[in-house]
């Protein structure tokens, strides 16, 4: 197996070529097998430590980050800030130092202000994954969700693809739109107008374009991606109420309809049914929600073992 991402640490979508992403999901697509066996493990990361160090809440992320080092034969260590140091007054770089003095292999960690996992990296000898870094970005997230679009559409050049919701606070969106675009495909956002932000020149990005409402964003696409409200990064009064956002911008079947009749659905979870999409299309064959969590498996087992230098022939 060839190792086509050569870097240490995976910090974020941004900085990495169409070159190292595609070589992430060709890594991911070798791993895919794996978790179909009925023995789903394999000796690769053998004698490798991982440490999924999370100072938010998460489901997915961290159970698929630890089933993915457990699938790979290394050993998962699991720290949440309720049983961090940090409780007690030690700093975030002194917590990295000690736990670096252990001599891990790879720390994957979730904090909700952005660039920790980047101050992480400057400390420590050990491979750094970001994990979600406050509104910043979400690699992982973005890579398993293109890795589910080139599943299901064969490609990801040339599609369009449709973005809403909660833009402003969204690392999702973010990397996302990174993702995409490097990829050549076209992307749409909408969203309430003070959670879509008017600058995107920071993004760099060339095929991306702001819909002047959700209908138009949505019109047309090969892929319509939702995003939950983060509620816990806000604190204005973005929209009115619940029922308003549902709705103005809630993906409802009629919808749906002005995408591609073939056009596939898309959420990061965890979903808030009946505001940002309805229960019916969540729940019908279009919507791949389920898919983007099993093919995260196979995509964080694949950035482990890019980010640890394991031995490709124990897989």
Request: aromatic residues 4%.
């Amino acid at each position: 197996m060839d190792k086509p991402f050569r870097r240490r640490d995976l910090l974020g979508i941004r900085n990495l070529s169409a070159e190292e992403i595609v070589g992430i999901l060709d890594t991911a697509e070798n791993f895919r097998e794996i978790n179909q066996r009925e023995i789903k493990k394999v000796p690769t990361l053998r004698g490798k430590t991982v440490i999924n160090l999370f100072f938010e809440a998460s489901t997915r992320t961290r159970t698929s980050f630890e089933l993915a080092a457990k699938r790979l034969s290394a050993d998962a260590v699991n720290i949440s800030v309720s049983s961090s140091a940090v409780t007690k007054g030690e700093t975030l770089i002194d917590t990295a130092l000690n736990l670096d003095a252990m001599s891990p292999d790879c720390i994957v960690v979730r904090h909700s202000s952005a660039g920790v996992p980047h101050q992480l990296a400057k400390v420590s000898r050990a491979a750094i994954v970001n994990a979600g870094d406050g509104a910043n970005e979400h690699p992982t997230q973005a890579l398993l969700d293109a890795m589910t679009i080139r599943e299901h559409k064969k490609k990801i050049k040339n599609l369009q693809v449709a973005i809403v919701g909660d833009i402003l606070h969204s690392r999702v969106a973010r990397s996302n739109i990174h993702l995409l675009t490097k990829l050549g495909a076209s992307v749409r956002v909408a969203g309430p107008k003070p959670l879509v932000p008017t600058n995107f020149e920071y993004l760099v990005e060339k095929n991306l374009s702001v819909a002047k409402n959700v209908e138009e964003a949505i019109e047309g696409a090969d892929v319509v991606m939702i995003l939950r409200i983060q509620r816990e990064r806000q604190n204005s009064a973005y929209f009115p109420t619940l029922r308003e956002y549902a709705i103005h911008y809630g993906l409802t079947q009629e919808r749906l309809d002005l995408a591609k009749t073939d056009a596939i659905v898309l959420h990061p979870g965890p979903m808030n049914r009946g505001i940002e999409i309805a229960s019916d299309v969540a729940d019908s064959s279009r919507s791949l929600i389920l898919d983007q969590v099993k093919y995260g498996v196979a995509v964080r087992m694949a950035v482990l073992y890019l980010a640890t230098g394991g031995n490709p022939s124990n897989a």
